[in-house]
T-cell receptor, first 111, second 113 residues
Framework: GIQVEQSPPDLILQEGANSTLRCNFS?????LQWFHQNPWGQLINLFY???GTKQNGRLSATTVATERYSLLYISSSQTTDSGVYFC?????????????FGKGTTLSVSS | KAGVTQTPRYLIKTRGQQVTLSCSPI?????VSWYQQTPGQGLQFLFE???????NKGNFPGRFSGRQFSNSRSEMNVSTLELGDSALYLC????????????FGEGSRLTVL
């Protein structure tokens, strides 16, 4: 079936620690994106990463499309990194193109 | 460059009423898609509009509808509200289609009493 699975579901870190979030996606899912949901509910676009590696400051992401997974790395975590991280990808159904999200990883960074 | 703008941000309705939410995409973006987020079901795709046409719809009842105007602004409507429609409704815009990079608005938080 069409699936996007994220792990771990919850992650607790001390400020300054590094972390890796994983997103596994099924064959029919493509064009992975990573988002951070802030406390007010807005989804902030982190990376649009169908394949390869991208970096933005302390964050980087790698998608290995042939093996159907993507990783989000957070280095030297800060309390402001807390929140829920989602990965999402698009798939085709009978009616057209749709988007599917994982259930998210809730990150808590304490000082 | 202004981001995606959603209005209203918060609203409270009672069962049986209807609600209309608005989404203004980033200038130049032609695709608008809508999503419902609830604690139980997570983030679910509602529909996508492109060139004033609905391109796809998620698994939601007919009470959920939408439209897109010639300036790419979009509205979604929920009629005959039920308690279970309480949710955060998010819209996203992308330059071309939903397969491209998506940018989300701040959401409209609907409470149905």
């Amino acid at each position: 079936g069409i699936q996007v699975e994220q792990s771990p579901p919850d992650l607790i870190l001390q400020e300054g620690a590094n972390s890796t979030l994983r997103c596994n996606f099924s064959d029919s899912v493509n064009n992975l994106q990573w988002f951070h949901q802030n406390p007010w509910g807005q989804l902030i676009n982190l990376f649009y990463i169908p394949s390869g590696t991208k970096q933005n400051g302390r964050l980087s992401a790698t998608t290995v499309a042939t093996e159907r997974y993507s990783l989000l790395y957070i280095s030297s975590s800060q309390t402001t990194d807390s929140g829920v991280y989602f990965c999402a990808g698009h798939y085709y159904n009978q009616a057209g193109t749709a988007l599917i999200f994982g259930k998210g990883t809730t990150l808590s960074v304490s000082s | 460059k202004a981001g995606v703008t959603q209005t209203p941000r918060y609203l409270i309705k009672t069962r049986g009423q209807q609600v209309t939410l608005s989404c203004s995409p980033i200038s130049g973006h032609r695709s608008v898609s809508w999503y419902q987020q609830t604690p139980g079901q997570g983030l679910q795709f509602l529909f996508e509009y492109f060139s004033e046409t609905q391109r796809n719809k998620g698994n939601f009842p007919g009470r959920f509808s939408g439209r897109q105007f010639s300036n790419s602004r979009s509205e979604m409507n929920v009629s005959t509200l039920e308690l279970g429609d309480s949710a955060l409704y998010l819209c996203a815009s992308s330059l071309d289609r939903i397969t491209g990079e998506l940018f989300f608005g701040e959401g409209s938080r609907l409470t149905v009493l």
